[in-house]
């Protein structure tokens, strides 16, 4: 990854950590708010294939956790599954799909909530399943399914050299 690379992956988690804490948190419905920090995993897996999901989870979760009261690297670990299994999931599909980013989008925030939860719960954060996740879920990935298509393409933009590494090119030109 050459410093321009670094530079734009560090725009895009500061512009996603920004919006998260300032207005995101601010929006509750039913109690709940929406969580976009589970969109960079998601889109960077869609992307760059299963490592550059991990590695934009890993990264962006740290950024996030670091204003979370929750166990410091959860939101890390969480990411950097969601981003892996993202890539996986989607490395054999037609990318040039205009549907991929929206339905990766639904299974990636539904799996991020969940695993958050069971994991927190696992490292002794039991309130993490007293909460409704039924609400949780629908409000993160309601909101998460409207940026889907314009965090894919910000992520594409972040990775270039990822965003057309063993694609078709009517692919790369749907990310662009």
């Known amino acids: 990854m050459t410093a321009s690379d670094a530079a734009r992956v560090s725009l895009v988690v500061f512009l996603f950590v920004t919006v998260q804490?300032?207005?995101?948190?601010?929006?509750?419905v039913g109690g709940a708010h929406p969580d976009i920090i589970w969109l960079l995993p998601m889109a960077a897996g869609l992307v760059g294939g299963p490592a550059r999901g991990a590695t934009m989870g890993?990264?962006?979760?740290?950024?996030?956790?670091?204003f979370l009261p929750t166990p410091f690297g959860l939101s890390?670990?969480?990411g950097c599954l969601v981003g892996f299994g993202?890539?996986?999931?989607?490395?054999?599909?037609?990318?040039?799909s205009w549907w991929l980013p929206t339905v990766s989008s639904v299974v990636a925030s539904v799996a991020s909530v969940v695993l958050y939860g069971l994991l927190g719960?696992?490292?002794?954060q039991p309130q993490m399943l007293h909460v409704d996740l039924t609400r949780i879920v629908v409000v993160v990935t309601?909101?998460?399914?409207?940026?889907?298509?314009p965090a894919t393409r910000l992520?594409?933009?972040?990775?270039p050299s990822a965003s057309t590494e063993g694609m078709p090119t009517s692919t790369a030109g749907l990310l662009r």
Request: no cysteine.
């Open 58 to 66: 890993f990264g962006s979760g740290l950024v996030a956790d670091l």
């Open 76 to 78: 890390a670990l969480v």
């Open 142 to 149: 309601a909101m998460n399914v409207l940026l889907a298509v």
């Open 155 to 159: 992520v594409a933009w972040a990775l």
């Open 21 to 28: 804490q300032t207005l995101m948190v601010e929006i509750r």
């Open 121 to 124: 719960y696992l490292l002794g």
């Open 86 to 96: 993202v890539g996986l999931a989607t490395v054999a599909l037609d990318r040039s």
